[in-house]
């Protein structure tokens, strides 16, 4: 058994009050917008941020004027997204009303040249070439001094972002950030791209009043943008994100667009069937590949490109960008986690070398957490300086984790889940060791921090049937802060176990419950075909899912966690 299991319910006749209960969703109200989320009951006017109007009239002046406007993503899947987005809102936009498009540009930041965030020799550069308009996507809450500074260039800046807030904000930005001082949208867990969504929808609007021949709702079409980009992000898929998701899930599974059309091809996933799964494991990686190993350029022309030839290069590209990432990633976290076993019993994992991929932390950060199941941060050296990703669990704020440190950083930023940071040498990475673990300690105190799994309820395979999944499917789409059920079997028979796939990491059973026979997947557990014989009683952790094999289905138990009965 790897981790310590919980269980939210006992055995219920309502599998659905039970779920709801379990995700804190009980007034009438939440229950009717969880279970059927409706895009004009569900979904919030954008301009309810009470920056949009400027925002919105000041873009077009720069539209109208043909000054120069850039839009500065970020490298990651989220704000190559919401850059992609606001650029195809705004060639549209000037299609529709016969403006000039040619001014309109977008810089996506190098990971290793640029750090995260607006970097000050790009507001210098910026400059030098006479812009006009900077809007930031999914960055810039952090760069005050950067941002104060294009100001002084006579370089006006909008912000899209909804990043933790930094200690002191742009004096002189126009800021569309759900968390902003005094903000009153409703909605504070959007991602980048949702941000950036809002500005757009709100852009047609205005367009569609100067004679643009939108109809009414034509944003949605860019939603598909927005599903991939909430679920990479790992933002709540509650409330108006989880209206935004369903209805961003329906336009994916039917996108016009020609570069995401080949990397749901090149993923092996069909259209029509892509849910947040798929987005997760399959086209959001491929995405973010792109900024991690290259440039996130090829990710953005990919989603961007209306040439087919282009498209096929580039899409390629991300492919083999993916296949390396792959490759690079199981190297570096092999050293990382014998570096971590030094000191398995951390209240947070740091380690850093001298040789990773700028590109691969946060995923070394992410595999220490799950592997030792406490906070973790991971950094190398770029340049003069260590750069690094952290990922949280059991509720630290990394983001004041970091700040706990006091004045060490070049950079640090992020959320209170994932975060980034650049410090400029070992000696104050040990000196940045010392303080988060200090941090953590206080925070978590004699609390065990063991990975847990919290069980939804108990459901005997014998009842899991399909009706079952078909009502578990209404708390579709699953994601963060919503996860796929999960329920405990007690008192099953080992019929058969075997270890299963390329390189037996997987663990195939055939289970008996005393009226049937189960067929269950457990991945990555394929060490325990070894332990399990015939005849051994268990207890599962499972998710009930469906196995498609030559065209039929077949209900099956994914394997999350087992533990033996001692049968003597």
């Known amino acids: 058994m790897k981790f310590d299991w919980q269980i939210q319910q006992g055995k219920t006749d309502d599998i659905v009050e039970t779920l709801l209960a379990n995700r804190g969703i009980k007034e ?3 229950v009717a917008a969880f279970l059927n989320p409706d895009w004009d009951d569900h979904t919030y006017n954008p301009m309810l941020f009470q920056q949009m109007k400027t925002a919105v009239d000041r873009l077009f002046h720069a539209l109208e004027n043909q000054q120069k406007i850039v839009i500065h993503g970020d490298y990651d899947a989220d704000g190559v997204c919401g850059s992609a987005l606001l650029y195809d809102a705004l060639r ?20 290793e040249r640029d750090g995260y965030g607006v970097a000050m020799h790009t507001i210098e550069r910026l400059g030098k070439e006479k812009t006009d308009l900077l809007i930031t996507v999914d960055c810039g809450i952090a760069n005050a001094d950067e941002l104060d500074y294009a100001h002084e260039l006579a370089l006006d800046v909008i912000i899209c972002d909804h990043h933790q807030l930094a200690e002191r904000l742009p004096q002189h930005a126009l800021i569309i ?22 500005f757009a929808s709100a852009l047609l609007a205005k367009a569609r009043r100067r004679g643009a021949d939108f109809p009414i709702g034509y944003e949605k079409w860019f939603l598909d943008y927005v599903a991939v980009a909430t679920v990479t992000d790992v933002v709540p898929l509650l409330g108006e994100n989880r209206a935004l998701e369903k209805f961003g899930l329906v336009v994916l599974n039917k996108t016009n667009r020609p570069g995401l059309r080949k990397i749901i091809e090149l993923s092996r996933t069909k259209l029509g069937e892509i849910d947040t799964q798929a987005i997760g494991f399959r086209i959001g990686p491929r995405l973010n590949a792109a900024g991690r190993i290259s440039s996130a350029k090829i990710a953005f ?28 990633s199981e190297i570096d976290f092999k050293e990382a986690r014998l570096i971590a076993q030094e000191k398995k019993d951390a209240s947070v994992q740091v380690v850093w070398s001298e040789t990773w991929h700028p590109g691969i932390v946060g ?3 992410g595999k220490l957490v799950t592997e030792f199941g406490v906070p973790a941060f991971a950094l190398t050296r770029v340049g003069d300086n260590f750069v690094g990703s952290g990922r949280s669990v059991g509720g630290l704020h990394l983001v004041e984790a970091m700040r706990s440190c006091g004045d060490i950083f070049i950079k640090a930023g992020g959320h209170p889940q994932a975060c980034g940071l650049t410090i400029a040498s070992e000696e104050l990475i040990y000196q940045f060791q010392t303080g988060v673990e200090k941090f953590a300690k206080e925070f978590f105190g004699s609390n065990d921090l063991k ?38 079997a007690h008192n099953l028979q080992i019929m058969r176990a075997d270890a299963v796939g390329k390189t037996g990491n997987h663990l195939k059973l055939v289970l008996h419950t005393g009226q049937n026979a189960w067929n269950a997947i457990g991945f990555g557990l394929g060490d325990l075909a070894r332990q399990l014989m015939l005849g051994d009683m268990v207890d599962i952790v499972y998710e009930l899912t469906v196995n498609e094999w030559n065209g039929e289905k077949e209900l099956q138990a994914s394997i999350l966690d087992l533990k033996q009965i001692n049968n003597g």
């Not at 936009?93 to 309109?104: K, N």
């Not at 950030?177 to 809002?198: D, I, M, Q, R, S």
């Not at 108990?458 to 996860?483: I, M, R």
């Open 28 to 30: 009438e109200a939440d």
């Open 92 to 111: 549209q936009i000037c299609e529709r009303l016969a403006l000039p498009f040619s001014h309109v540009e977008v810089y996506l930041p190098d990971r």
């Open 177 to 198: 950030h759900p968390l902003a001082p005094g903000e009153t949208y409703p909605n504070k867990h959007l991602c980048g791209t949702g941000v950036a969504f809002k």
């Open 301 to 328: 022309q990919t989603l961007t490109s209306t040439d087919q030839s282009e498209v096929e290069r580039f899409a390629n590209e991300l492919e083999m960008l993916n296949r390396e990432r792959q490759r690079i």
């Open 363 to 365: 995923l070394i950060a």
């Open 451 to 488: 990975p847990s799994l919290n069980i939804d309820a108990e459901l005997p395979l014998d009842h899991a049937n399909w009706e079952v999944f078909e009502t578990l499917q209404k708390f579709a789409p699953f994601g963060q802060s919503n996860p796929h059920p999960i329920f405990v």
